[in-house]
């Protein structure tokens, strides 16, 4: 199964399209949401095309094909538009025999990930920075941010397949890779 991850689209329409443009390009089964999907946050800029109800109406199409946790700027209010469900801080999915626990960031961080058992992966957004590392017992990795990416960072997203993980920018580049066992 091959994994469409893109976080942190602050309600960029512009942003989501690109996004959902490479979701297409990669003939991805599903479209994993790592949270802060309408809203752009008080200490953001306002991204390029911001529109959160077109944004919202977007990704409505999407419903079926979309697993997404709630971000730091989620709220009920944006739920209320969505026709999918994004409320939870976590998800826990099982893919190629592999536990991935699926968070935002904001609440659960690399700090506070003791529980992690041997071999998990880790999918976090939030930091809007780009991220494969092994840890001691467990893989974390970060798509960046698709709308605001930090650190001279490309707009990037992220692919699982197999035992791959890819960020890659817009263009599809592949900006950076890991593997696990």
Known sequence: M???FMSDIHGSLFYLKKGLEAFHK???DYLVLIGD???HGPRNPLPKDY???????????YKHKILAVRGNCDSEVDAMVLEFFMQADYAVIMNENRRF???????????QLNNMLQEDIVVQGHTHIPLANKKEN???????SIALPKDGYPNSYG???????????LEGNTI????WE
């Open 2 to 4: 091959r994994l469409f």
């Open 26 to 28: 990669e003939g991805a």
């Open 37 to 39: 999907l309408l809203y």
């Open 51 to 61: 529109n959160p109800m077109e944004v919202a109406k977007e990704l409505n199409l």
């Open 101 to 111: 626990f699926i968070t935002h960031g904001h609440i659960f961080s690399e700090d």
């Open 138 to 144: 467990y893989y974390i990795f970060n798509p960046g």
């Open 159 to 169: 692919i699982i397949e197999g035992k791959s993980w890819l960020v890659k920018d």
């Open 176 to 179: 950076m890779s890991a593997n």
